[in-house]
């Protein structure tokens, strides 16, 4: 796995795609992917910064031929500002999500009906995710190259108790045409799911969740490729994340 990690690290850092792991590796299982993911995420340069969900959706899990959700680890490097222009120098997708910050540090399992309480904000997210993938992937290669994960665009926070977190909408444009528009309770049956979901499975790989970490749940509605314009995410009571893409690799 360390060999992975390292052709990974380079990979990144020189913004060459990633080697398919099953393509070389054919047998190679969802633990060895995280196996991998892990060691990739340590030879990044960076801080930690939280963590994000990826392929909630049924339809995105069974294109790549596994059975969960997965998630990926975010770095300080991927902050972006809305005022700035996107650009990158590999492809990126673009989704729309909502994020949450931990009011403490969570050790323990977690349960749906309680969890909103571990959260010191609700905001409204853009993700700029890159699988960066020199194939077609599949879920165990998105894993090992980190789920895609890349950059992001934080709104203005927001008291979770504030709100109602279930019947937040998203209507998402670009140039004026809409792209999509969908609930946040369309990810994992709701948000209170999402969140549990994603701190479980962080805690059975003894990943630490620290507070102030940022959770992004998974997308509401699908990725759109980024290409150049100008965008406008709608979240409603969350407000309105503009943004503009000025060209990717």
Known sequence: MTDWAKRYAEAHLSNTPFDNVQGELADASIADAYAIQAAFADRLPGTRVGYKAALTAQPAQQSMDITEPVSGVLFDWGVREAAAPVTAPRPILLETELGYRLNSDITAPVQPDSV??????????????????????????????????????????????????????????????????????????????????????????????????????????????????????????????????????
């Open 116 to 249: 909103v309480g571990l959260m010191a904000s609700c905001q409204p997210m853009i993700e700029i995710a890159s699988p960066n993938l020199a194939g077609k992937p599949t879920g165990v290669d998105l894993i090992a190259a980190n789920a895609a994960s890349y950059a992001f665009i934080e709104g203005a926070a927001h008291d979770v108790y504030s709100l109602d977190l279930d019947s937040i909408s998203v209507t998402f444009t670009r140039n004026g045409s809409v792209l999509h528009h969908d609930s946040a309770a369309s990810v994992l049956e709701g948000q209170s799911n999402a969140l549990s979901w994603l701190i479980n499975h962080l805690l059975a790989r003894a990943q630490p969740l620290q507070r102030g970490m940022l959770l992004m749940t998974g997308a509401m509605g699908p990725p759109h490729p980024a290409t150049s314009g100008s965008y406008r995410a709608d979240f409603g009571p969350l407000g309105v994340i503009e943004f503009s893409v000025t060209g990717s690799g």
